[in-house]
């Protein structure tokens, strides 16, 4: 069964930097596009970057361009994102997205907090 692995949060100061892993098993990784969503306490969960199947198209969100880099390693079936001049409004669980069609899978999140 499809299953999606979330790693890599923590703690940070704001102007700090993480990487957050998303292990994936279950499907072919390579042929899909992988998502990352946040939801911070109280707000809705949010877009934040999305990469095609062979890693050629990237999108972000407005708020982390410039800051937020995601990328695949499709021998590892793993998604990455680089998170660099972390802001405290950074701060939510951050998720990993797997979406073929009408079904819709989701790891279980990992909590980044960017705070002094």
């Known amino acids: 069964q499809v299953q999606l692995v979330e790693s890599g949060g923590g703690l940070v100061q704001p102007g700090g930097s993480l990487r957050l892993s998303c292990a994936a098993s279950g499907f072919t990784f390579r042929r899909y596009i992988m998502r990352w969503y946040r939801q911070a306490p109280g707000k809705e969960r949010e877009f934040v970057a999305s990469i095609t199947g062979n890693g050629g198209t990237t999108n972000y969100a407005d708020s982390v361009k410039g800051r937020f880099t995601i990328s695949r390693d499709n021998a590892e079936n793993t998604v990455y994102l680089q998170m660099n001049s972390l802001k405290p409004e950074d701060t939510a669980v951050y998720y990993c997205?797997?979406?073929?069609?009408?079904?819709?899978?989701w790891g279980q999140g990992t909590q980044v907090t960017v705070s002094s």
């Open positions: 997205n797997y979406k073929p069609g009408l079904d819709d899978y």
